[in-house]
């Protein structure tokens, strides 16, 4: 593979869908993709890209947790990489972007892993909502 272009986030920064020819530019994990023509294809819709133009994207792109497919995908619109020096400064100021499925779905994450591990408030609650309807069973009917 020839070597991948260097491109500053200063270059990656006018490629931000405004402008005359209104291209789109994103960097994840410090690769620089060109998706101007993949946006209007991308299952996730235009806006949730085009909000990113221009900016890393890496939080975003990895926080929907993409599949491989999608992954694989993205060779296709590489265009070149930032400078070293760029890279974790670019990944620090990286705008998270809370996407409404993505959210939904960790946020289901979050759900499933409470209620399917078994740390002790787990089953402190039911076992005191049991004494409580046990008790006031009990207090009615004697
Ligand atoms: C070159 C870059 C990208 C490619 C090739 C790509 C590709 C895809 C593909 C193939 C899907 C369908 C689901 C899957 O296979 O995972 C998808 C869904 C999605 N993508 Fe991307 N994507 C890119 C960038 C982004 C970025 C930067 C964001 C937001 C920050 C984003 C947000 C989403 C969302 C919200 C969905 C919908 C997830 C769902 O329906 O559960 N994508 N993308």
Request: one cysteine or more.
């Amino acid at each position: 593979m020839s070597e991948l272009r260097v491109i500053s986030l200063e270059e990656v920064s006018k490629h931000n869908y405004e402008g005359v020819d209104k291209s789109c530019w994103i960097v994840i994990s410090g690769k620089v993709y060109d998706v101007t023509k993949f946006l209007n294809e991308h299952p996730g819709g235009e806006e949730v890209i085009t909000q990113l133009a221009g900016k890393d994207a890496t939080v975003g792109f990895l926080d929907v947790g993409h599949s491989k497919d999608a992954i694989e995908m993205t060779k296709e619109y590489l265009i070149g990489q930032l400078p070293e020096s760029e890279v974790s400064k670019s990944e620090k100021t990286a705008p998270k972007v809370a996407q409404s499925k993505g959210s939904q779905s960790s946020v289901l994450k979050d759900f499933t892993d409470i209620m399917t591990s078994p740390t002790w408030t787990n089953f402190l609650i039911p076992t005191t909502m049991g004494l409580i309807i046990y008790t006031a069973y009990k207090f009615i009917f004697n």
